[in-house]
Each structure stands twice: as structure tokens, then as C-alpha cells.
């Protein structure tokens, strides 16, 4: 992990980002009363470089973007985050490179009542939202989402501002799933949805675009001689309408015609191109993208499983015979680093404002609906048991955070003193293979327990294995407070491997248990994220609470590294989200006393002030 000194061209130092050589990830001081996570990774520091990217533009699992431009000339990033709740997350950028989460389309997903868990009936792992469609519409001033859930059921949310709220405005009808879908509003502002797997189909949409009013097929997978085609977008350049999609996992296709209906000629795009990135695919779903320059980019993903689908971006340039072509790296295919797409725009950071007093910021997702009586934010996030279960894949209220960069680490500081006989609580590396450090409650006693190998059916969701035990400490009498730590390599290439610590006094860690090795399979499509999960196995009535440390020794110790003063915002927590190329291990980051928001402090060689 890279520690970066902004400056302007001036040579004025404008902040600090503890971030990503090749992500420009960020952290920023945070007005926080509640630190839940601490993601972090080991720093060297070195000027930011503004004229170039790396790719991936963001190390985490944001697939099947829809990128497109508000009425605020900023860009807006839709994906799929399928059972986790709030549903269909929104990014947004100034300039396609460093990208800031900032709401869901869905508030809730619901869509059946496996979304909430019920006791003993059905779960919805790898359901919820997939790819799907995000676009502003001018001339009523709302934001559109539509997309399928359950392979069933077309659905549309609008919303007036892109933060929310989002209702939910209406639905196809069961059996019309307008599967991997783009929405294009046409000149004459008349809506069309492209979509389809294999067979594709164009559907316009009625003038308040709630219903639909015309369906043709207009494209087939055979037409460019393969068996699949999906991901779909649809745009309208310069009077021709294109379609772009995809054969998953290979080949990026461009369709065109001077109609929405056709008839469409097709021309490969990209086909096994090099990825960007050691270990990653080919990228090949997407969204294209024209900047008010006039300049055009193809945002895409890689799979690169633990970290899971991370999008990356390279430029196009359009041909004579009206259609895109990707501009290669110096690999001869997907570039790791081009020119910045908007190099006279200021970095911003990828930043993540966690202001957990009243609650939980756009980075935070539940697995699954969570039970709102359960659960309370206010200086601290109260999880009270919601579910009485054996199964962590079960529980209701498991908090979860994406993982981010190479070696990803996540801390969080629980008082336990008003858990319950029978209750577990910890800290999971969390995916359909999943391993954990917690606490047990038998009786009386409690004892630290590390858990590996809970494992789920990819595709189904039923369970495969509780999982073992592979370490066991106690907890001291008295004790009402404990810290817990995973460390992950998340890299494709790297080791994989997912250690787990606890203290009791949050400066010094001891591990419990061997490694456990994360799962690289691509079937349950979403990467590892970390869990904080509470639930009983006799009744309910217990709770834990996820309060602030005092991280200030740690922060001296990593601001100790610089020997020239540098302008922060002063808020409350320093939050080290980044890719390290560096070694793993050291705690970099902090909270700092409280000031009023927007007030800055000066950060120098003997720490903050």
C-alpha cells in the first residue's frame, strides 16, 4: 500500500490518500462515532502520479456495470450485488478512474421471503440483482433502475435524485424477465430496453416507461456463430443505435443499425484479450462511455477471484467503419495503465465516509434483508440476535463490507458484555465458503473460537459443511471487550490465505489457528467480503455492540513516516482501504479527536494537531 501526497501543480499539498499504486484508493478522516472496520494494508509513501491510471480502476467487487452521465455532468456506476441488501449499489465519479459509493436503487429486496431468511424456509444466495440498468431521464427528471430478479420479474424503481430515496414504480408481470438489460432514452425521449441471453430483444417502454408497449427480437448468438450473447447495453451515437454484449468469459461483440429494431451487423470488439491484471480474465462485459472531451472508454471487468469482478477501463477509438476499437497496452491487449481519461480534473479519492451515528453509510450491506427491529445505529451499531440457528448462513443481521486491495484487512472493536447464553458473534471472511474468529458462549464461559470451512452450495445455497473448529482460547474473566482482525491475500496469484487475530486491548494481536485458504471459484459470483455476524443457538434477547477504539498510538506510528506537514480533513477515523504491493502488517489507521466537520488539522512528523 502506497501512502500519496496530493499536490497541486503548484506545489501545494491538498491532502493525503493512504492508497493503491495501481487503484489511487483512498482514506480520509472520517466523522465517525462508531469505527466498525478497519481496512488496511502495510505503506510506503510516494508523490501521486496524475497523469496516467492503473488497473483496476477499483480492487473490489463491483461487476455488470451500467455507466452514464447525470444532469450533473458527473459519472454514475450501477452494479449487481444479488442477495446482499440494499440491493443494486451506485458509484459515482469525476473522472472514471477514482469512483465514490454513494446509495442503492433498491432499499429492500423484496422479491420472496427467502430475502428474509425465514427459519427454516428458503434463502436467496446468488439471487437478488444482477446485471441491470441505470439511467437519468431529462424530461421528467427521475432515475430509472430496471432489472430481473429470480430469473421471474422485471422491475423499475425511480427516484428524483440518484442518493434516494428509490420507490419501486412498477413490474413487468411474472414470466417477462428482461434479463442482463440497457435502457436507452432516444432523442425523442421514447425509452428502449435491450436484453436477452442467446436470443436478444428490443421492448419499448410506455411515455411514463412503467409498462411496455411493443417486444421484437431484433439479434441471436448464432448470428455471430456462438451459442450465448448477454450483458446488453444499448446507445445511440451520432443517429446508428448499437448494442453491445458479450460471450461470458471470452468475447465482447458491437452490434449497429441505423434502427432500434434492426436488422443489427455485428463486429467483434475484444475477443481473449490479455487482461490488465496477473490472474484476471479477459474482460468483456461492459458500458461504454464518451466524456464531455468527446474522448470514448469501455469500462469492463476482470474475474479475479478472492477479490472477485473488478472493473477496469481502457480508451476506444471509433473506425471508419463506424465502430469502436479498444486501445491495446503495452501487453498487446487490456493495458494495466493508460492516460487519465479527465487529466486537467483534480484526483479525487476513493474515500469512504462512515458517520455511523444515526446510520450506515452506501458501503455497507446486509446479507440478506436485515430485521430493522434488530439492529440500531447510534454511536456504536447494536446487533442483536435475530435468529436463533447452528448456521452463520442462516443468521439474519450479518453486517458485511467488501474487501479491498491485494491484502485486505479488517479490525473491529465489540464489547460483548450484554451477550446471551448460547450466542456467537465474531468476525467472518465471508462468501459460500466461509471461515471465522468469534466468541462462544456456553453457560458461563465463553471461549474464542476459530471456524473454518462453513461451506454452501454455489449455485444453490443449501448447506454442504457446519465447518470445525481448528482453535480454541478463553477469554479472561471479566472481560467485556475484544478486538478482532482478518488479514486475507486476496490476490488470484497470491497465497490466499485468510489469518485471523483477537486482542484485548487493541494494540496487541495474537493469532488463533492456521491459515485458511480462500475459495477461487468464480460459481457463486460474488467475492469474499468481511462479515460481522451475531446470532443465538438457544433464544434471543442477547446483543454485542461495535464501538470506537483509541487508535491514536498507531496513528503516531505510521504519521511518524512523514517530514513535511500535510492538510487533512480532520473528522474522526483515518480508514486505509487500499492494494498493497507493500508488505502486509502494518496498522495504519487511526482515530483522531473530534472536531466539527470541515475543519481541517495539520498533519506532520509528530502526528496530527
Same mark, same amino acid.
Request: aromatic share 12%; hydrophobic share 35%; net charge negative.
Given at each position: 500500500?502506497?501512502?500519496?501526497? &496530493?499536490? &497541486?501543480?503548484?506545489?501545494?499539498?491538498?491532502?493525503?490518500?493512504?492508497?493503491?499504486?495501481?487503484?489511487?484508493? %483512498?482514506?480520509?478522516?472520517?466523522?465517525?462515532?462508531?469505527?466498525?472496520?478497519?481496512?488496511?494494508?502495510?505503506?510506503?509513501?510516494?508523490?501521486?502520479?496524475?497523469?496516467?491510471?492503473?488497473?483496476?480502476?477499483?480492487?473490489?467487487?463491483? $461487476?455488470?456495470?451500467?455507466?452514464?452521465?447525470?444532469?450533473?455532468?458527473?459519472?454514475?456506476?450501477?452494479?449487481?450485488?444479488?442477495?446482499? %441488501?440494499?440491493?443494486?449499489?451506485?458509484?459515482?465519479?469525476?473522472?472514471?478512474?477514482?469512483? #465514490?459509493?454513494?446509495? &442503492? %436503487?433498491?432499499?429492500?429486496?423484496?422479491?420472496?421471503?427467502?430475502?428474509?431468511?425465514? $427459519?427454516?424456509?428458503?434463502?436467496?444466495?446468488? @439471487?437478488?440483482?444482477?446485471?441491470?440498468?441505470?439511467?437519468?431521464? #431529462?424530461?421528467?427528471?427521475?432515475?430509472?433502475?430496471?432489472?430481473?430478479?429470480?430469473?421471474?420479474?422485471?422491475?423499475?424503481? +425511480?427516484?428524483?435524485?440518484?442518493?434516494? $430515496?428509490?420507490?419501486?414504480?412498477?413490474?413487468?408481470?411474472?414470466?417477462?424477465?428482461?434479463?442482463?438489460?440497457?435502457?436507452?432514452?432516444?432523442?425523442?425521449?421514447?425509452?428502449?430496453?435491450?436484453?436477452?441471453?442467446?436470443?436478444?430483444?428490443?421492448?419499448?417502454?410506455?411515455?411514463?416507461?412503467?409498462?411496455?408497449?411493443?417486444?421484437?427480437?431484433?439479434?441471436?448468438?448464432?448470428?455471430? /456463430?456462438?451459442?450465448?450473447?448477454?450483458?446488453?447495453?444499448?446507445?445511440?451515437?451520432?443517429?446508428?443505435?448499437?448494442?453491445?454484449? *458479450?460471450?461470458? @468469459?471470452?468475447?465482447?461483440?458491437?452490434?449497429?443499425?441505423?434502427?432500434?429494431?434492426?436488422?443489427?451487423?455485428?463486429?467483434?470488439?475484444?475477443?481473449?484479450?490479455?487482461? $490488465?491484471? #496477473?490472474?484476471?480474465?479477459?474482460?468483456?462485459?461492459?458500458?461504454?462511455?464518451?466524456?464531455?472531451?468527446?474522448?470514448?472508454?469501455?469500462?469492463?471487468?476482470?474475474?479475479?477471484?478472492?477479490?472477485?469482478?473488478?472493473?477496469?477501463?481502457?480508451?476506444?477509438?471509433?473506425?471508419?467503419?463506424?465502430?469502436?476499437?479498444?486501445?491495446?497496452?503495452?501487453?498487446?491487449?487490456?493495458?494495466?495503465?493508460?492516460?487519465?481519461?479527465?487529466?486537467?480534473?483534480?484526483?479525487?479519492?476513493?474515500?469512504?465516509?462512515?458517520?455511523?451515528?444515526?446510520?450506515?453509510?452506501?458501503?455497507?450491506?446486509?446479507?440478506?434483508?436485515?430485521?430493522?427491529?434488530?439492529? #440500531?445505529?447510534?454511536?456504536?451499531?447494536?446487533?442483536?440476535?435475530?435468529?436463533?440457528?447452528?448456521?452463520?448462513?442462516?443468521?439474519?443481521? +450479518?453486517?458485511? &463490507?467488501?474487501?479491498?486491495?491485494?491484502? !485486505?484487512?479488517?479490525?473491529?472493536?465489540?464489547?460483548?458484555?450484554?451477550?446471551?447464553?448460547?450466542?456467537?458473534?465474531?468476525?467472518?471472511?465471508?462468501?459460500?465458503? =466461509?471461515?471465522?474468529?468469534?466468541?462462544?458462549? /456456553?453457560?458461563?464461559?465463553?471461549?474464542?473460537?476459530?471456524?473454518?470451512?462453513?461451506?454452501?452450495?454455489?449455485? %444453490?445455497?443449501? !448447506?454442504?459443511? !457446519?465447518?470445525?473448529?481448528?482453535?480454541?482460547? !478463553?477469554?479472561?474473566?471479566?472481560?467485556?471487550?475484544?478486538?478482532?482482525?482478518?488479514?486475507?491475500?486476496?490476490?488470484?496469484?497470491? +497465497?490466499? *490465505?485468510?489469518?485471523?487475530?483477537?486482542?484485548?486491548?487493541?494494540?496487541?494481536?495474537?493469532?488463533?489457528? *492456521?491459515?485458511?485458504?480462500?475459495?477461487?471459484?468464480?460459481?457463486?459470483?460474488?467475492?469474499?467480503?468481511?462479515?460481522?455476524?451475531?446470532?443465538?443457538?438457544?433464544?434471543?434477547?442477547?446483543?454485542?455492540?461495535? /464501538? =470506537?477504539?483509541?487508535?491514536?498510538?498507531?496513528?503516531?506510528?505510521?504519521?511518524?513516516?512523514?517530514?513535511?506537514?500535510?492538510?487533512?480533513?480532520?473528522?474522526?477515523?483515518?480508514?486505509?482501504?487500499?492494494?498493497?504491493?507493500?508488505?502486509?502488517?502494518?496498522?495504519?489507521?487511526?482515530?483522531?479527536?473530534?472536531?466539527?466537520?470541515?475543519?481541517?488539522?495539520?498533519?506532520?512528523?509528530? @502526528?496530527?494537531?
Amino acid at each position: 500500500m502506497d501512502v500519496i501526497l &496530493h499536490q &497541486h501543480s503548484s506545489g501545494e499539498i491538498i491532502g493525503l490518500e493512504i492508497g493503491a499504486s495501481s487503484t489511487m484508493v %483512498s482514506t480520509r478522516l472520517l466523522l465517525l462515532s462508531a469505527a466498525l472496520l478497519l481496512l488496511t494494508s502495510a505503506a510506503t509513501i510516494r508523490k501521486c502520479r496524475e497523469e496516467t491510471f492503473q488497473n483496476p480502476v477499483l480492487y473490489e467487487d463491483y $461487476p455488470d456495470n451500467d455507466i452514464s452521465v447525470g444532469p450533473d455532468g458527473a459519472f454514475y456506476f450501477s452494479a449487481s450485488n444479488f442477495h446482499y %441488501s440494499p440491493g443494486a449499489p451506485i458509484l459515482r465519479s469525476l473522472d472514471l478512474v477514482n469512483w #465514490e459509493p454513494v446509495g &442503492h %436503487s433498491i432499499p429492500r429486496l423484496n422479491f420472496g421471503d427467502g430475502y428474509d431468511l425465514p $427459519p427454516g424456509g428458503p434463502r436467496a444466495y446468488r @439471487g437478488g440483482t444482477w446485471a441491470s440498468t441505470l439511467r437519468y431521464r #431529462e424530461s421528467d427528471g427521475l432515475w430509472y433502475w430496471i432489472g430481473c430478479t429470480n430469473f421471474w420479474i422485471t422491475w423499475v424503481f +425511480t427516484a428524483s435524485s440518484v442518493e434516494g $430515496p428509490w420507490y419501486n414504480r412498477a413490474n413487468f408481470g411474472g414470466g417477462n424477465c428482461m434479463y442482463d438489460n440497457g435502457l436507452l432514452i432516444d432523442d425523442d425521449d421514447t425509452m428502449y430496453v435491450v436484453y436477452g441471453n442467446g436470443k436478444i430483444s428490443v421492448s419499448q417502454l410506455a411515455a411514463d416507461g412503467l409498462s411496455v408497449v411493443k417486444t421484437q427480437q431484433v439479434l441471436q448468438a448464432s448470428d455471430v /456463430n456462438t451459442e450465448t450473447v448477454e450483458g446488453n447495453r444499448m446507445y445511440k451515437i451520432n443517429g446508428t443505435y448499437y448494442i453491445l454484449n *458479450d460471450q461470458p @468469459g471470452s468475447t465482447t461483440y458491437i452490434w449497429k443499425s441505423s434502427s432500434p429494431w434492426g436488422p443489427y451487423e455485428a463486429k467483434i470488439l475484444g475477443q481473449n484479450i490479455a487482461p $490488465p491484471l #496477473e490472474g484476471g480474465n479477459s474482460p468483456h462485459q461492459g458500458s461504454l462511455i464518451k466524456t464531455a472531451q468527446g474522448d470514448w472508454y469501455f469500462m469492463s471487468f476482470t474475474w479475479a477471484y478472492p477479490a472477485g469482478r473488478m472493473p477496469v477501463l481502457a480508451p476506444i477509438v471509433w473506425g471508419a467503419d463506424g465502430f469502436p476499437e479498444i486501445v491495446k497496452g503495452s501487453n498487446g491487449g487490456w493495458g494495466s495503465s493508460y492516460p487519465l481519461p479527465l487529466s486537467s480534473q483534480p484526483l479525487y479519492n476513493w474515500t469512504r465516509t462512515y458517520t455511523f451515528e444515526s446510520e450506515l453509510g452506501p458501503t455497507w450491506e446486509w446479507n440478506h434483508n436485515p430485521d430493522v427491529a434488530s439492529f #440500531e445505529v447510534n454511536n456504536g451499531v447494536i446487533l442483536r440476535t435475530a435468529s436463533v440457528t447452528e448456521d452463520i448462513y442462516s443468521a439474519r443481521n +450479518t453486517l458485511t &463490507h467488501r474487501i479491498h486491495g491485494e491484502f !485486505p484487512k479488517g479490525t473491529v472493536e465489540i464489547d460483548f458484555s450484554n451477550m446471551a447464553d448460547g450466542d456467537r458473534f465474531g468476525l467472518a471472511a465471508f462468501r459460500d465458503q =466461509t471461515a471465522y474468529i468469534g466468541i462462544h458462549r /456456553n453457560g458461563s464461559e465463553y471461549t474464542l473460537k476459530a471456524i473454518q470451512g462453513i461451506i454452501i452450495d454455489a449455485e %444453490s445455497g443449501n !448447506p454442504v459443511d !457446519p465447518g470445525k473448529e481448528v482453535a480454541s482460547a !478463553p477469554v479472561p474473566s471479566g472481560a467485556a471487550k475484544i478486538w478482532f482482525r482478518a488479514e486475507l491475500d486476496a490476490r488470484p496469484t497470491g +497465497t490466499r *490465505d485468510a489469518d485471523f487475530f483477537y486482542s484485548f486491548d487493541g494494540v496487541e494481536f495474537t493469532k488463533l489457528g *492456521d491459515a485458511y485458504k480462500l475459495n477461487s471459484g468464480w460459481e457463486f459470483f460474488i467475492a469474499y467480503r468481511f462479515g460481522i455476524f451475531n446470532f443465538a443457538t438457544k433464544q434471543l434477547g442477547g446483543s454485542i455492540k461495535a /464501538n =470506537t477504539g483509541d487508535w491514536n498510538l498507531q496513528a503516531r506510528q505510521l504519521l511518524s513516516k512523514f517530514k513535511r506537514p500535510t492538510i487533512v480533513r480532520r473528522e474522526a477515523l483515518i480508514f486505509s482501504l487500499a492494494k498493497s504491493r507493500a508488505q502486509p502488517g502494518l496498522i495504519s489507521t487511526s482515530t483522531v479527536s473530534h472536531r466539527t466537520p470541515g475543519t481541517f488539522g495539520i498533519l506532520t512528523d509528530s @502526528g496530527l494537531r
